[in-house]
Structures are given as C-alpha cells and as structure tokens.
C-alpha cells in the first residue's frame, strides 16, 4: 500500500520555524521527483517546493530563501524546512509526487500570534 504521511506541523508565532517531514513507503520513493504544495483557507492547491531525483530544489517565488526542501533516500523521507514565517503561510501542507500519482493527508501549519 502507497503511503506518504506528514508530520510537524503546528502552531508556531510569526517569524518563527518548523520542519515538516513526510514518510513514505510502498512505492520506490529515490525515483520520485518531489514536491510539497498547500492549502490556504477557502483558496485552491498551491505549489511551494519541488525536489528531483537527484537532490535539484525549486521553490516558488514567495518562499524562496525561506524555506528548504530536501530528502533522505535511504529513510524514505522528503523534508521542508521552514522560516521566518508569516502569516500567509498558514495552510495544510501536503507532500506528493511531482507527477500527483500520490499525495499524503496533509499536515496543518498555522501562523499566529
């Protein structure tokens, strides 16, 4: 069975920093290209990052020097790593395949003070 399962979201202040990871298994994850995308209230699906096979990361233009994708092959686990965050960057966060043959349930990532 496919899975990818995000985890380390929360509740965290302006300006402050969260690591999400998302585990997969039952599917050959190192020949994956990667991405993570989210979900603002009452807004549609969002593209933040993208990671390829071989470790090359893109980002959209609004987290771009804020946040870092990466991933660990021999664990399975892809990673985004967030900064300085506003409050627009509240959303759930989902991990998926670039291509969208799988996606995970999401993690909530709130910003607030």
């Known amino acids: 069975e496919v899975q990818l399962v995000e985890s380390g979201g929360g509740l965290v202040q302006p300006g402050g920093s969260l690591r999400l990871s998302c585990a997969a298994s039952?599917?050959?994850?190192?020949?994956?290209?990667m991405k993570w995308v989210r979900q603002a209230p009452g807004k549609g699906l969002e593209w933040v990052s993208r990671?390829?096979?071989?470790?090359?990361?893109g980002y959209a233009g609004f987290v771009k020097g804020r946040f870092t994708i990466s991933r660990d092959n021999a664990k399975n686990t892809l990673y985004l790593q967030m900064n300085s965050l506003k409050t627009e960057d509240t959303a759930v966060y989902y991990c998926?395949?670039?291509?969208?043959?799988?996606r995970g349930q999401g993690t909530q990532v709130t910003v607030s003070s």
């Open positions: 998926a395949t670039l291509g969208d043959s799988f």
């Open positions: 039952g599917f050959r994850f190192s020949a994956y290209d």
């Open positions: 990671i390829t096979t071989g470790g090359t990361a």
